[in-house]
């Protein structure tokens, strides 16, 4: 068995067991203020952080292209409460329209 192997296997039964332990916690803890307000924001500002470090990222260096004129526009849209469809939609012809222009 491949050092990989024996990586992914271990990480398998370490996310395993820190699901288990989570459902192990008493209820009383999990309703704490300030644990339901963490648990509450994480996944956002863990998406926050997966949007930022695939909009502005290539490999190891920060690059300014056309993804990242997509999330502007699609943000502006966002506040301008535009249905997610044409959120979509209206990103994906700003990134188009950037590249067809020669800035990738």
Excluded: C, H, N
Excluded at 12 to 32: M, N
Excluded at 55 to 67: K, N
């Amino acid at each position: 068995m491949s050092l990989l192997w024996v990586a992914v296997i271990a990480a398998s039964v370490l996310s395993f067991a820190q699901k288990w332990i989570g459902y192990q916690a008493p209820p009383d803890v999990l309703e704490r203020p300030r644990v339901s307000r963490v648990t509450t924001l994480l996944p956002i500002a863990l998406l926050g952080a997966l949007v930022a470090t695939q909009a502005a990222t290539s490999g190891s260096e920060i690059v300014l292209d056309a993804r990242l004129a997509a999330l502007a526009a699609a943000a502006g849209l966002l506040w301008a409460r535009a249905p997610f469809l044409v959120v979509v939609i209206g990103a994906a012809v700003v990134a188009a329209g950037l590249r067809a222009l020669g800035w990738s």
